[in-house]
């Protein structure tokens, strides 16, 4: 998309070093993005890309640049913040499907498997050990 960003005259070119610039801060505002909007269910590529008036097709090529996805980023996202609610001694009473809603996710069995599989352990295991060490 901005192999040729125009700059304030049309018959010039950004040079490829200010590209390379341009293209790591907006890579940095999806991330940005995805950061603080992870406990919302509904965010996707579009959205992101409507807050920061980009195409969803341009989000996606910023974030192939990283080696993962959209949606692996928005996913692993999530499973930190759930990491953290479930250490955090204020959720230790919460139900382990309102940590995971809290973190975004809408269906608690994609939420168990993914947690497991990132974490190697089990949502409900990982608030025990954290009971435990007094975390």
């Not at 980009?54 to 499973?79: A, N």
């Amino acid at each position: 998309m901005d192999a040729c960003i125009p700059s304030r005259f049309p018959s010039e070119t950004v040079p490829p070093e200010r590209r390379r610039r341009i293209r790591a801060m907006r890579r940095s505002a999806v991330l940005r993005e995805i950061e603080q909007r992870s406990g919302d269910p509904n965010l996707s590529a579009a959205s992101v890309a409507a807050l920061l008036g980009m195409t969803p097709r341009y989000v996606h090529l910023l974030l192939k640049e990283t080696g993962r996805t959209f949606s692996r980023h928005v996913l692993d996202t999530r499973l930190e913040r759930a990491l953290m609610l479930l250490r955090d001694p204020q959720w230790h009473g919460s139900k382990i499907a309102d940590v995971a809603g809290e973190s975004g996710f809408t269906d608690l069995s994609h939420f168990s498997r993914a947690f497991r599989r990132k974490f190697g352990n089990t949502a409900s295991a990982t608030r025990a050990a954290a009971r435990r060490d007094g975390k």
